[in-house]
Structure formats: C-alpha cells, structure tokens
C-alpha cells in the first residue's frame, strides 16, 4: 500500500509563474490536508478538502492560492503568480476519516524554490 | 495568538542516552497533542499521541508527558540511537472544539543530534 505521493519533490519557478503540486492521498483515503513549512519553523495549516469539497480552508493566503479535490485524480494546490516568499516546502497529508487520531499520514513534500 | 512553542531548538545527546524534547502550548483549549518525527527530505512521521485526560503515554522508547497545570509537553526517548537523530516537532489540536479533523498547529521543532 503506498504512502501519500506528491509530486514533484521539486518545483522550480519564476516570479510569475504558476506553480501546480500535486498530491495523492493514500489507497482508500478520501481527506487531504495541505501545509506550509517555511526554512526552521513549523508546518502551518492551509486547507482540508473532502472529495470535491473544501471543507476549511482558513490557513490559505486569499489571493493567488487555491486547492482542489476531484472526484477523479490527485489533489491540486495551485499557486498563481508566484512571489519569492512562495518558497516553501509543502506538505500533504491524508486520512481515512474526518476524526483525527495518529491515522494522518504525510507525504514526502514539494520543495518550491521562486527564482 | 495561539501557538505552539519548543524551549531548545537543539539537542545534541550522546548513544544509549536518554533525550528529552519539550513544548510548550498556549491554547488552554487544545485537548489533542501528537509529537512528529521529521528527517531530512521527509514528511513528518507519527510518533506519539496524548489526550488532555491524560498525564503520561508510553510507547515502544517514547514516552509522552503532558502537564495541563503549566501546558507543558515533553517527550522523552529512551536508549536513544543515531537514527533517531530528526527533526521533533509537539503539534496540538481542539478535538473538542469542533476542529476534530487535522487541523493542527505545530510547534518550531527540535533538532536532535544523536553521537554515536
């Protein structure tokens, strides 16, 4: 059973650019979570989504950003219009089910370098 | 606002020792906390969890304190080894404030450098 796969594992861009990361949750897991985790500090909360359903997205930036679960296919976190304070590691996690126990499993991450 | 904080930022500890990583929280409210292992290039991985009606959690080497009076969080690693030298972070989460999915607010994290 693989893990939590998002990709690609780097991300390189220019200011103004698009950035598109792709997340796919682990078999059988239909909750995503997205994170930001800048250089030494934390990882940060951005979104949670349900299968085609945002559920809180209270830790997303208002403009530029935005976060996707289709019915079909990886979870997108897309970022428009790239700034270099985008760059980031971003980290997916899944989950079989909405109530939090130690099941929230994380991917491998996005770095996202801004030129 | 609330948040999540570590005392140390690093710790170096020599093989077979004890190693002690500890958190502090500022949400009164936060009833959830996990510690998270973090390698290098990697996602966080979980290692232990506790719940506000709990004082003390034991697992395989870990052992998770929680002390309510002074919202603080220790974990401790027994016998500790050069491959849990990682990145350490206390998360915490209000189950019983609605939020009862994954929305958790990390603490900065710890380095543990383990010395053979």
């Known amino acids: 059973n693989a893990g939590v796969m998002q990709n690609p594992r780097h991300l390189v861009r220019r200011r103004g650019q698009e950035a598109r990361l792709r997340c796919s949750p682990m078999?059988?897991?239909?909750?995503v979570y997205w994170y930001r985790q800048l250089p030494e500090e934390g990882l940060k909360f951005m979104v949670y989504l349900q299968k085609e359903n945002i559920i809180d997205e209270s830790g997303m930036p208002k403009e530029r950003f935005s976060a996707e679960f289709p019915k079909e296919g990886p979870s997108i976190l897309r970022i428009q219009q790239v700034v270099r304070g985008d760059s980031a590691a971003y980290f997916c996690?899944?989950?079989?089910?909405?109530?939090?126990?130690?099941?929230?499993?994380f991917g491998s991450g996005t770095q996202l370098s801004v030129l | 606002g609330e948040s999540v904080g570590l005392h140390l930022p690093t710790l170096s500890v020599q093989e077979g020792d004890n190693s002690i990583i500890n958190c502090a929280y500022s949400n009164s409210a936060s009833d959830y906390f996990i510690w998270y292992k973090q390698e290098s290039g990697k996602g966080p991985q979980f290692i232990i969890d506790?719940?506000?009606?709990?004082d003390k959690r034991q697992g395989q080497r870990v052992t998770v304190l929680l002390n309510k009076t002074v919202k603080h969080l220790s974990l401790q690693i027994a016998a500790t080894q050069p491959g849990d030298s990682a990145v350490y972070f206390c998360a915490e989460n209000m189950v019983g404030g609605g939020t009862s999915y994954g929305k958790l607010t990390f603490g900065q994290g710890t380095i543990l450098t383990v010395h053979p």
């Open positions: 078999k059988g897991h239909s909750h």
């Open positions: 996690a899944s989950s079989p089910n909405r109530v939090l126990n130690e099941k929230l499993f």
């Open positions: 506790i719940r506000s009606n709990m």
